[in-house]
């Protein structure tokens, strides 16, 4: 359940599409451990909100359990996670005494009660293929990771019946911190420490100074648009 108020709840609002670039919407709501506003709690750090269908369902316990197996890697990253299940609070902290069977006995994140839907509805993160016992939309699995700036970085939409890759996720935000602050971007399939594509803003003599060691590979087109760099520190 969201707790509306003038600058930050759900009122009059009937859904929006987020669009990258945009700020997230600093909405107070209701968790397990108690009301939570986001950009208070992201504070200055990188955030990421996931959404489930519901509690006490198989894919969304092995989801939560592998993350909070892997906390400490998004805690070096800066990450602060939130998750959302459309159950209600009280539901949300039974569920976790499961969800710790397969962990090592701990949960560390808030989880989101949106027992009215009014979140899944709000971003648009309702399933039409998936229906639940009562016949109604199954929430997709959403996720929204968001800078510390607040605006909104990268959105992906999974449907109810696919579990998330968390190390794609980790391999998401490296790139998303490397590339906000160095002029690279990261080719297919790239992973930490492995080369870099040197931006196509970024002019020959300008790359030649900030990146001495990248490299151009030869094109049957002739064009010099393919360049590699180690990544940058």
């Not at 080719?187 to 080369?195: I, L």
Request: one cysteine or more; a negative charge; charged letters at 25%.
């Amino acid at each position: 359940a969201v707790v509306s108020t003038q600058s930050t709840g759900l009122k009059g609002m009937t859904g929006m599409a987020m669009k990258l670039g945009d700020v997230f919407p600093n909405l107070t709501v209701q968790t397990h451990e108690g009301e939570v506003t986001l950009h208070d709690y992201w504070k200055d750090s990188w955030g990421i909100l996931f959404s489930h269908p519901a509690d006490f369902t198989p894919v969304c316990t092995t989801e939560l359990a592998a993350v909070q197996n892997i906390i400490p890697e998004f805690e070096k990253r800066g990450v602060k996670m939130i998750a959302l299940s459309c159950d209600s609070a009280e539901s949300h902290r039974a569920w976790i005494n499961d969800i710790k069977r397969f962990t090592d006995g701990t949960f560390s994140f808030p989880i989101i009660d949106d027992s009215k839907r009014e979140l899944a509805v709000f971003f648009g993160m309702l399933d039409p293929e998936e229906k639940d016992s009562a016949g109604l939309p199954l929430p997709c699995r959403a996720v929204f990771i968001v800078g510390p700036d607040t605006k909104l970085k990268l959105s992906i939409l999974y449907p109810a019946t696919t579990g998330r890759n968390f190390d794609e996720i980790l391999r998401v935000i490296d790139s998303l911190q490397l590339t906000a602050y160095k002029k690279v971007a990261t080719p297919a399939n790239w992973k930490q420490g492995g080369e870099c594509m040197v931006l196509p803003s970024v002019k020959p003599e300008e790359a030649a100074k900030i990146f001495p060691e990248h490299r151009v590979q030869e094109l049957p087109s002739g064009k010099s648009y393919m360049r590699f760099t180690p990544q940058p520190q």
